[in-house]
């Protein structure tokens, strides 16, 4: 983004701001406005209930990037909110909610509302008609804002019936899975059809960052986006041309970056059913999520262990005690545990499912594919060969307990070596050891690959199965603004490459 564009931008917002105070009773300000403004909105929709550690964040500002020392004119959230051009999603949404006269038509009304949020986006980042709002159409961050102003909305919500905490609660869920692409994931029977589905990531490490002096304001890490969320946004929906000649139905859904909503079955629910026997039964299952650096990582192995790092939401089910990581033997807050429902064999159980799983991509045929020599490098790019945009490596490090009663650890395959095949075979983890953290680290990228893939054993299933680890993209010109040229060229090459990767497993499926 230019600083003519940028100027351009910042004086939309600050009109914005304006136009907001005169639609102040349709608009619930309080979930994205200044704290003087966040409780006004119509009355049905503006009681005081405590904000998830989420939706809180709507509220947060950063340094205008032009001066520092004031803040900027609008929330980060509305800025992107109205950059993704959904600014009117809020106030229609609330507006309907407002005349729900009953549990079951606001129940119809937030799985609807959920899904025609997440097909705009699908269509934005597709570019599937007009573009609107000043943000790139491949931005994934708006989404995600104006998921989070709903649930808000909906936590605020004093409707004119009876509604318990268990009800409210269940209707943020709805709306929730439904703006994730969760609920519409659709695929044709029949022969000469190649089924996959993909799982992408919100933006996440939202707290700190660099900070302005302008009081009330906020570190600049509020700017992050995923490229995962990005590449299931783009690859929603989609069709690929096989090399046999088959075409490949892409679905895609976006994860929460929570244990809350992982514990709660949220990626089982949503392919479970896809790897049931029946017409809907798919061909290949990819989770998707960012690391770092400038490579693609294609993960060996997945480990059951919960890391110490919170969520979005501050959950932290395994903290380090005085320093030590806890041990995982009968400790179920530190490893992943299996939804009831999602049972599978008998000879697995749901109290202690095994310590590692593996994946089935076919990996020599990922690295051998070249995905990255027709992607443009983006700024910045430091992968050595410059004939690719990034590197595609074999992921085979991990970390483990040899023995599970100890705190001992020991770390086999790292550094992993960039050639493929390697001139050493990988070491697999000892046999009756416990995982501390796979090569995809111990959190939530790593829960998405370990349920995933369990999910496909348990189903007894031999297809490709694994995780992808992105590049990182989170590379701004300058500390404030909100995006700019090289930060969306990190997320085009990025999601470009992605979805070349993602192709090549529907090859080999």
């Known amino acids: 983004m230019s600083e003519v564009e940028s ?42 209930a405590p904000l998830s550690v ?65 097909q705009a986006a699908v269509k934005r980042a597709q570019r599937r008609g007009q ?48 703006s994730r692409g969760m609920s519409d994931i659709r695929f044709p029977s029949g022969k000469g059809v190649k089924r996959v589905i993909m799982s992408g990531f919100d933006p996440y490490t939202l707290d700190g960052g660099t900070t302005g ?25 989609t069709t690929y041309k096989t090399e046999d000649g088959q075409t490949a139905y892409i679905q895609a859904y976006t994860l929460p970056v929570n244990y809350t909503e992982f514990q709660a079955g949220y990626l089982e629910d949503t392919v479970g059913p896809l790897m049931r026997p029946g017409a809907q039964r798919v061909d290949a299952s990819i989770t998707v999520s960012q690391a770092g650096d400038s490579v693609f990582d294609l993960e060996q192995w ?49 109290t202690d499912p095994p310590q590692w799983t593996t994946t089935t991509l076919p990996i020599a045929q990922m690295i051998k594919a070249n995905t990255g020599a027709s992607i443009p490098r983006p700024p910045g790019d430091e992968w050595p060969d410059q004939s690719v945009a990034f590197g595609v490596v074999w992921h085979t490090n991990y970390t483990e307990f040899p023995d ?3 705190t001992q650890q020991v ?31 111990n959190y939530l990228s790593n829960e998405s690959a370990y349920r995933n893939t369990l999910l496909r054993d348990r189903m007894g299933l031999k297809i490709p199965a694994g995780h992808i680890h992105t590049p990182d993209m989170q590379r701004f010109e300058r500390p404030f603004d909100v995006s700019d040229t090289t930060f969306d060229a990190w997320r085009l090459a990025i999601v470009a490459q992605a979805g070349n990767l993602i192709h090549v497993v529907a090859d080999s499926s």
């Open 7 to 48: 100027s351009v931008f910042r004086s939309k917002f600050k009109a914005a701001a304006v136009v907001l105070a005169v639609l102040s009773a349709t608009t619930p300000l309080w979930a994205v406005g200044p704290a003087s403004a966040r409780s006004a909105g119509p009355p049905c929709a503006g009681s005081t």
């Open 54 to 118: 989420e939706e809180s964040r709507l509220s947060w500002v950063l340094p205008d990037d032009a001066d520092p020392t004031t803040p900027a004119p609008a929330s980060f959230a509305q800025q992107m909110i109205e950059g993704g051009g959904l600014q009117d999603y809020g106030p229609a949404f609330t507006q309907a909610l407002c005349r729900t006269p009953s549990l079951a038509a606001a129940t119809a009304l937030v799985k609807r509302e959920g899904q025609d949020l997440w």
């Open 131 to 178: 573009v609107t709002g000043d943000l790139p159409y491949s931005d994934d961050r708006p989404l995600y804002w104006t998921r989070l102003q709903s649930t808000a909305t909906l936590r605020r919500w004093t409707p004119d019936f009876s509604l318990s905490d268990a009800q409210r609660s269940t209707l943020i869920t709805a709306f929730d899975r439904a």
């Open 213 to 237: 002096s302008a009081a009330g304001t906020v570190g600049n890490n509020i700017r992050h986006g995923n490229p995962s969320g990005a590449t299931a946004l783009a690859l929603d929906g």
């Open 302 to 350: 997945n480990g059951r262990y919960h890391g110490v790092s919170p969520g979005n939401d501050h959950s932290q089910p395994c903290p380090t005690v005085n320093g030590a990581p806890q041990l995982a033997v009968d400790n179920h807050g530190c490893d992943s545990a299996v939804v009831d429902r999602w049972g599978g064999p008998k000879e697995f159980s749901l």
């Open 404 to 406: 599970c009663s100890s």
């Open 411 to 441: 770390t086999r395959n790292n550094p992993p070596p960039t050639d493929y095949p390697p001139t050493t075979t990988p070491t697999p983890p000892d046999a009756g050891s416990c995982s501390y953290s796979g090569g995809g680290g």
